[in-house]
């Protein structure tokens, strides 16, 4: 049934980004502009539908700065095309800032995301104003696709409400989603760590936000001078190994997973070219939100299959366009040649963007997974807490833990991959997110069996045997990383809450 709601969610989710363009493009029609504008929509439409939002009112808050948001972005995209240098300098800024706002709290770091959804459509087709369309009329159209993509996916929420596929998030979920990632689990368990004296690290939020400056930095300046015809595939990979960044060893498997898919989207769309030259643009249309929904329904899965739809996507988006087209009058020799400078330029990217995150003021994956261990653990015991049984808010309680756990999950793709290419550890990063994961079913079933109260009760020091496990866990991860102990440690509090 998990896998039938996650397609149901991807379909609904598409069909409003598709309804999103359809409705922009007809409106641009009428002022005689491009289709840029249906690809702002589209993107923005995509993106938020796949987040999560706490209710409505948060959603709600969303969609009112988002039209102005794409307003700024299409003033961004035109810069690129007027002003390169300085648009490349505006772009960076959008995109590193929203990162380094995260220190700010959780408001701060939704708005930061919120952000980067319309720069990164920007960055595939910038909104260049027409010269036959006024520019109050492209800042028109800017705006309108802002208000339609927002409108039409509180349209697919509603739907998929109906349907019980909501994306909402149950309440209190949202109350553990932390603003940044500090460098390091705390020491102590129940206060973050005092500042050190003397040399003192940046928090993880700066260091990522950095990362990212420097490596779209990188990208721009590389791309116009190796790659002028595929500069946007060394921005757009370097930008996309280092968005979400989870620390190094999960921007470096987010690397692989960027060129394979890369690799398989170039070459399908070429193939899909070379197959049916003449086929109109509505077959390509109707290729691409086929493929958008494939992509977002297997996501969850893996992100290989994502980067091969963003790469397969963007390609025809830019064929249907006219900004770079597939087959040239080289024909398949020709497209030989284009396809391998492509692969070079996401290729370098991807090293941009991994250089970045490992040698410039890095970020452990460990610090990362310990971390969140934390804040699962904080949550935890928030929903066991005494003072949760006298009002009626453990449910909220429970779900802000699920939120937390499903954090914790996030990092594991990474770990995982790194647990096939072997080790000297014993005990490995994903060994510990396996004891983590217990925890969901054993707190679920604590609370989901009948007996809980009456065997509670026949043996009073249970929940201090708990609370006792759930402090050494949380004084387990200290630094630096004692893995063994942490995993040790995770598995007594499952063993815990069991009993």
């Known amino acids: 049934m998990t896998h039938l709601r996650t397609g149901l969610a991807a379909l609904v989710t598409t069909a409003a980004a598709a309804g999103a363009c359809a409705t922009v493009w007809l409106i641009s029609s009428l002022f005689g502009a491009g289709g840029a504008s249906a690809v702002l929509a589209t993107v923005v439409a995509l993106s938020l539908g796949r987040r999560e939002f706490a209710g409505r009112a948060e959603f709600a808050r969303s969609a009112l700065l988002l039209p102005v948001i794409g307003v700024a972005a299409a003033g961004v995209g035109w810069l690129l095309t007027a002003e390169p240098v300085v648009g490349a300098v505006v772009f960076v800024a959008g995109m590193s800032v929203p990162v380094w706002m995260r220190r700010f709290g959780p408001r701060a770091a939704r708005l930061g995301a919120l952000i980067a959804l319309p720069l990164t459509a920007m960055l595939v087709v910038p909104v260049a104003p027409a010269a036959e369309v006024p520019i109050w009329a492209s800042t028109l159209l800017a705006l309108i696709s802002g208000v339609v993509a927002v409108l039409w996916v509180a349209l697919a929420r509603e739907v998929l409400v109906l349907v019980g596929a909501s994306p909402l998030r149950r309440r209190g979920a949202a109350a553990v989603r932390p603003a940044p990632e500090p460098a390091a689990a705390p020491r102590a368990p129940s206060k973050p760590p005092a500042p050190r004296q003397g040399r003192r690290r940046l928090p993880a939020s700066t260091r990522m936000a950095l990362q990212l400056a420097i490596a779209l930095s990188v990208a721009f300046v590389v791309g ?220 679920d079933g604590r609370f989901g069996d009948a007996r809980f109260e009456g065997r509670r009760r026949a043996d009073p020091d249970a929940r201090s045997r708990l609370r006792e496990a759930i402090g050494q866990a949380r004084r387990s991860l200290g630094a630096p990383a004692d893995l063994e102990r942490i995993h040790s440690s995770l598995l007594a509090v499952a063993g815990a809450l069991e009993a």
Not at 227 to 232: E, G, N
Not at 248 to 258: C, E
Not at 301 to 329: C, D, K, M, N, R
Not at 372 to 398: G, K, N
């Open 224 to 443: 116009w001078l190796v790659f002028p015809a595929h500069a946007i595939w060394v921005v757009l990979t370097a930008y996309i190994v280092n968005a979400g960044n989870r620390g190094r060893g999960d921007v470096l498997h987010k690397s692989v997973l960027r060129v394979v898919g890369a690799l398989g989207g170039s070459v399908a769309a070429v193939g899909m070219a070379l197959a049916v030259p003449t086929a109109g643009g509505f077959a390509a249309v109707v290729v691409i939100f086929v493929a958008l929904f494939v992509g977002t329904w297997l996501r969850t899965y893996s992100y290989a299959y994502w980067a091969l739809t963003v790469t397969l996507v963007i390609t025809l988006v830019q064929e249907l366009l006219g900004v770079s087209p597939l087959l040239g009058p080289g024909g398949l020799a020709g497209e030989a040649g284009m396809l391998g400078e492509r692969m070079a330029a996401i290729v370098v990217g991807a090293v941009i963007g991994v250089a970045s995150a490992w040698f410039i003021l890095p970020v452990r994956s460990t610090d990362v997974l310990r971390r969140r261990l934390s804040e699962l653990l904080i949550a935890l015991t928030t929903a066991l807490a005494p003072d949760a049984e006298d009002t009626d808010d453990r449910p909220a309680r429970i779900a802000a833990f699920h939120s937390a756990l499903a954090r914790v999950e996030e990092l594991a793709p990474a770990h995982r991959a790194r647990r096939l290419l072997g080790g000297r550890r014993t005990v490995q990063p994903i060994d510990c997110i396996d004891a983590a994961a217990a925890l969901g079913p054993a707190l």
